[in-house]
């Protein structure tokens, strides 16, 4: 794919993103089924950086980012919000749904938009509004139980500098908050934004990256040239996979990715089940299919290299890490287990 002289620039990148058909048929040819999806009202929004859009000649990658219509089927047991996060909000920018652990999202806005993403309702939508943020530092100011701050959205690190550096300096500032996580895809679809200004700031507030990789495909010289700079500048980064029918669900295919995450300071963190968010039935795998391949990866690669395999809740009771059978059982359509409380929760599973 041809790019501008300019496109080493991550703001270049953004203002280029490519948002409709029109400009992705310039970029790849599409099949009849993916140029009827934008036909009509598309579920999700669309869009993909001139970058990740040159990595889309992996199938992989593809069918995560290009609309489908199966988008548009909604299956027994999804939801628009599966994890219940708006039953949890606290306010207009803040989800507290563990006692010690706030989730702040804190822009709508990502530069791609990935097509099984949990918070479909949100992302895309309505700008932020930082005026608004400043009853979610004075709710964390005043609970002072909250001790893990997770910055979120959308994508926090397509914010510019200051602005992240000054809600990272508000954060900081409050005595009883003792880490600071953002949650990114942005060292992956958006690597030219990882800056040595960027890395300092993130240094100086002591943040750890929750990085979103799905495939080795995303390895890109880019990619891994910006997390290598991320850990020279002594930013810990973890990684929370989404298990995808087709995409990843094998256990070559999650091997390749474990190990090139390690060789670029990346430890793989979470492998988890997918969210049984509106449309998402086609990226769905099975629960079962979820423990045979984390078991394959026990035993037959380097333990560090192991996520934890994890199902979220559906309704807010948090990640629940499944090592096996004994901690679910069958109910109709639904697997049934239990989260840190005891509470039983229900994954829509079809059998």
């Given at each position: 794919?041809?790019?501008?002289?300019?496109?080493?620039?991550?703001?270049?990148?953004?203002?280029?993103?490519?948002?409709?058909?029109?400009?992705?048929?310039?970029?790849?040819?599409?099949?009849?089924?993916?140029?009827?999806?934008?036909?009509?009202?598309?579920?999700?929004?669309?869009?993909?950086?001139?970058?990740?859009?040159?990595?889309?000649?992996?199938?992989?990658?593809?069918?995560?980012?290009?609309?489908?219509?199966?988008?548009?089927?909604?299956?027994?047991?999804?939801?628009?919000?599966?994890?219940?996060?708006?039953?949890?909000?606290?306010?207009?920018?803040?989800?507290?749904?563990?006692?010690?652990?706030?989730?702040?999202?804190?822009?709508?806005?990502?530069?791609?938009?990935?097509?099984?993403?949990?918070?479909?309702?949100?992302?895309?939508?309505?700008?932020?509004?930082?005026?608004?943020?400043?009853?979610?530092?004075?709710?964390?100011?005043?609970?002072?139980?909250?001790?893990?701050?997770?910055?979120?959205?959308?994508?926090?690190?397509?914010?510019?500098?200051?602005?992240?550096?000054?809600?990272?300096?508000?954060?900081?500032?409050?005595?009883?908050?003792?880490?600071?996580?953002?949650?990114?895809?942005?060292?992956?679809?958006?690597?030219?934004?990882?800056?040595?200004?960027?890395?300092?700031?993130?240094?100086?507030?002591?943040?750890?990256?929750?990085?979103?990789?799905?495939?080795?495909?995303?390895?890109?010289?880019?990619?891994?040239?910006?997390?290598?700079?991320?850990?020279?500048?002594?930013?810990?980064?973890?990684?929370?996979?989404?298990?995808?029918?087709?995409?990843?669900?094998?256990?070559?295919?999650?091997t390749e990715l474990f190990y090139g995450?390690l060789e670029i300071n990346v430890k793989?963190?979470?492998?988890?089940?997918?969210?049984?968010?509106?449309?998402?039935?086609?990226?769905?795998?099975?629960?079962?299919?979820?423990?045979?391949?984390?078991?394959?990866?026990?035993?037959?690669?380097?333990?560090?290299?192991?996520?934890q395999y994890v199902i979220d809740a559906?309704?807010?009771?948090?990640?629940?890490?499944?090592?096996?059978?004994?901690?679910?059982?069958?109910?109709?359509?639904?697997?049934?287990?239990?989260?840190?409380?005891?509470?039983?929760?229900?994954?829509?599973?079809?059998?």
């Amino acid at each position: 794919m041809h790019q501008s002289e300019n496109s080493n620039d991550w703001k270049w990148q953004v203002a280029n993103r490519i948002a409709t058909r029109e400009q992705l048929e310039k970029q790849i040819v599409l099949t009849e089924e993916e140029r009827s999806a934008f036909d009509g009202d598309i579920p999700l929004s669309f869009a993909v950086t001139p970058h990740y859009a040159s990595l889309l000649n992996n199938e992989a990658l593809r069918r995560t980012v290009i609309p489908t219509a199966h988008e548009h089927k909604h299956g027994t047991g999804e939801l628009a919000d599966p994890l219940g996060e708006e039953d949890h909000r606290a306010t207009p920018h803040l989800i507290h749904t563990y006692p010690d652990k706030v989730l702040f999202l804190a822009t709508p806005f990502c530069s791609t938009y990935c097509r099984y993403c949990t918070r479909s309702r949100l992302v895309g939508k309505s700008p932020a509004n930082f005026q608004a943020l400043e009853e979610s530092f004075q709710y964390i100011e005043t609970h002072a139980e909250i001790r893990d701050v997770l910055l979120s959205g959308g994508d926090p690190l397509t914010m510019t500098d200051p602005v992240l550096d000054e809600i990272l300096s508000r954060l900081r500032n409050i005595p009883h908050v003792r880490m600071v996580r953002i949650g990114s895809k942005v060292p992956i679809v958006l690597p030219m934004r990882i800056t040595d200004e960027l890395c300092s700031i993130l240094r100086k507030h002591r943040v750890w990256l929750s990085l979103h990789f799905i495939h080795a495909a995303e390895l890109s010289t880019q990619t891994q040239a910006a997390c290598r700079k991320l850990s020279d500048h002594g930013i810990g980064m973890v990684s929370q996979t989404v298990l995808l029918k087709g995409i990843n669900d094998d256990t070559q295919t999650l091997t390749e990715l474990f190990y090139g995450l390690l060789e670029i300071n990346v430890k793989p963190y979470y492998l988890l089940q997918c969210d049984p968010v509106r449309g998402s039935a086609h990226f769905r795998t099975t629960v079962e299919k979820g423990i045979e391949l984390i078991r394959s990866l026990h035993g037959n690669i380097s333990g560090l290299a192991v996520p934890q395999y994890v199902i979220d809740a559906p309704g807010g009771g948090g990640k629940v890490p499944i090592l096996g059978h004994d901690q679910i059982r069958r109910e109709g359509g639904d697997v049934v287990f239990r989260n840190y409380e005891g509470k039983e929760y229900r994954y829509p599973d079809p059998a």
